[in-house]
């Protein structure tokens, strides 16, 4: 009878499914997004026929205009839920998140206006905690997930 009992048939939203990724570069800097006053993750929703993985590349891509080709995905992270409004109506998005690696430059970004980024920011590790403040809750667990299991880790 519990097994009934989940976070989609509790609150009985509409769902939406999303992917994304932490993107970091050769220097080890992530890759930050500033949208609606907040420091986010580049993601976006499923396109029809999409999966996670095509979904996380093509919309770091679009959000931060980073050259898809350089774009690689190294593994999967954590997925986040939360809810959303669009429009009128409430949703329940479930996030599925990547680790991705970026062979390029720093400078090599260009946010997406239309969607409301207006700045997209490498940032060194050790500056992180100046960016906290300001990190939605989930993606400061994706980016706590990462530091805490595997950005240590030995690199292939």
Same mark, same amino acid.
């Given at each position: 009878?519990?097994?009934?009992? =989940?976070?989609?048939? %509790?609150?009985?939203?509409?769902?939406?499914?999303?992917?994304?990724?932490?993107? /970091?570069?050769?220097? !080890? @800097?992530?890759?930050?997004?500033?949208?609606?006053?907040?420091?986010?993750?580049?993601?976006?929703?499923?396109?029809?026929?999409?999966?996670?993985?095509?979904?996380?590349?093509?919309?770091?891509?679009?959000?931060?205009?980073?050259?898809?080709?350089?774009?690689?995905?190294?593994?999967?992270?954590?997925? =986040?839920?939360?809810? %959303?409004?669009?429009?009128?109506?409430?949703?329940?998005?479930?996030?599925?998140? /990547?680790?991705?690696? !970026? @062979?390029?430059?720093?400078?090599?970004?260009?946010?997406?206006?239309?969607?409301?980024?207006?700045?997209?920011?490498?940032?060194?590790?050790?500056?992180?905690?100046?960016?906290?403040?300001?990190?939605?809750?989930?993606?400061?667990?994706?980016?706590?997930?990462?530091?805490?299991?595997?950005?240590?880790?030995?690199?292939?």
């Amino acid at each position: 009878m519990d097994e009934d009992i =989940t976070l989609a048939n %509790t609150l009985n939203l509409p769902r939406v499914r999303s992917a994304g990724g932490l993107v /970091y570069n050769d220097n !080890y @800097h992530i890759l930050l997004i500033f949208k609606r006053g907040k420091w986010d993750l580049p993601k976006g929703r499923f396109e029809m026929g999409s999966d996670p993985l095509e979904t996380a590349l093509r919309e770091i891509s679009e959000e931060t205009g980073l050259d898809k080709n350089k774009l690689t995905i190294q593994g999967k992270l954590v997925s =986040t839920w939360h809810t %959303t409004r669009h429009e009128k109506t409430k949703y329940l998005k479930k996030t599925h998140w /990547y680790l991705v690696h !970026y @062979h390029g430059e720093d400078s090599d970004v260009a946010p997406q206006f239309r969607e409301g980024i207006i700045e997209c920011r490498w940032v060194h590790l050790p500056d992180l905690d100046k960016y906290r403040s300001l990190l939605l809750p989930r993606i400061e667990y994706v980016i706590d997930f990462w530091l805490q299991n595997l950005a240590y880790a030995p690199r292939f």
